[in-house]
């Protein structure tokens, strides 16, 4: 008999025998994972589904079957196009229960994964409660790059829970859909806004006048609410003109008699009683917190009884801002005293123009 005829005979009985050992072990490994019972729910969220994109991730399981669990695969779906890349270094695997969603209880026991085979990723894991969905993130740094977009899985991905045998208790077979780019992008657009609100259009001195003392209107406030990034300005300009370039309180009944202000436009002082004397004072009501700060012109400061002259001929700056505001708001009081000899009349009246700008 040739040698080779007596060589295959003695290899036939070996063979024969690896075949059925191996048949046997695959039976075993089969029956193990057919055993395991589907978890109550269980799911793989990536951080990502980009496709070639290193990603995190956070794994959620349901137990079903009442057992002691000493460790936790995670195997990552098998794919057509461009495979998932699964990091071999296991102590790249860290994990965290932090950030969980409503419902989700942090998976218990669980730590940096203990070994990485192919796709299949092991972590140890503590003792679970049946009914109780237990979740834990991993890390998206060096561990996990995801496939090409669209393509089809020919072997998903599964979660499963171990005893220490290891024995499977729990599994759950998943899959994963990874597409060309999973971020929405939303435009708007901030138009410049500038508001400006006069509480009133009128306004009286509060008594009449007198020589005993100094007057003042009630006051009216301007209101102003602007995203112009370097503030706003307010400006005022008198309607009546006593010829001098000074705005006035005005008669018609007496004869177009002016009370005045007692210096030019752009300074500033305090009437005093019995000294004939007309003009504006600002102040800051409310200097809104967050934005630029309120400023007053020192021509137009109106601390106390001070005040500055009006200009008909020009605006005048009273008050300023340097920064946005959802609601600076400055006051405008009149004031006036009148001398001995001042006109008797019911009608003094002035009028102003008072406008504003945001600084773009």
């Known amino acids: 008999m040739p040698n080779t005829e007596k060589l295959n005979i003695k290899f036939q009985p070996l063979v024969l025998a690896l075949f059925v050992l191996i048949a046997s072990l695959s039976w075993v490994a089969l029956i193990n994972t057919a055993n395991a019972a589907p978890f109550g729910e269980a799911f793989l969220r990536l951080d990502r589904l980009t496709a070639t994109t290193t990603t995190g991730g956070r794994v959620c399981a349901k137990p079903a079957t009442a057992s002691t669990e000493a460790s936790v695969q995670v195997t990552f779906p098998t794919t057509s196009g461009t495979d998932y890349v699964v990091n071999t270094t296991a102590a790249n695997w860290t994990v965290t229960t932090t950030g969980l969603d409503a419902g989700q209880t942090a998976w218990v026991g669980i730590t940096t994964a203990s070994t990485v085979s192919g796709k299949t990723v092991t972590f140890p894991s503590g003792e679970l409660v049946v009914g109780t969905l237990y979740c834990f993130n991993f890390s998206a740094t060096s561990t996990l790059t995801t496939s090409s977009a669209g393509a089809a899985e020919t072997t998903r991905g599964n979660i499963l829970t171990r005893t220490t045998t290891p024995t499977p208790i729990d599994q759950t077979v998943y899959s994963q859909s990874i597409i060309s780019n999973d971020q929405l992008v939303f435009s708007a657009v901030v138009p410049p806004s500038f508001s400006f609100v006069l509480s009133g259009n009128t306004d009286s001195f509060t008594t009449d006048l007198s020589i005993t003392g100094v007057v003042a209107t009630s006051g009216r406030t301007v209101t102003i609410a602007t995203n112009a990034p370097n503030g706003w300005i307010v400006w005022v300009k008198d309607l009546n003109n006593n010829g001098s370039g000074q705005g006035s309180l005005r008669s018609a009944t007496a004869g177009n008699y002016n009370i005045n202000g007692t210096v030019a436009p752009g300074s500033t002082r305090t009437l005093s009683n019995g000294v004939e004397d007309y003009g504006l004072g600002t102040t800051i009501t409310t200097d809104f917190a967050g934005g630029g700060t309120v400023s007053l012109d020192a ?47 019911s009608d003094y009246t002035d009028t102003l123009t008072v406008i504003g700008a945001g600084r773009f």
């Open 299 to 345: 021509a137009y400061n109106g601390t106390g009884s001070a005040v500055g002259t009006l200009d008909p001929t020009q605006f005048r700056p009273i008050a300023s801002a340097n920064g946005t505001t959802s609601g600076d708001v400055i006051n405008l009081v009149a004031r006036a005293a009148i001398a001995g000899d001042t006109p008797a009349a």
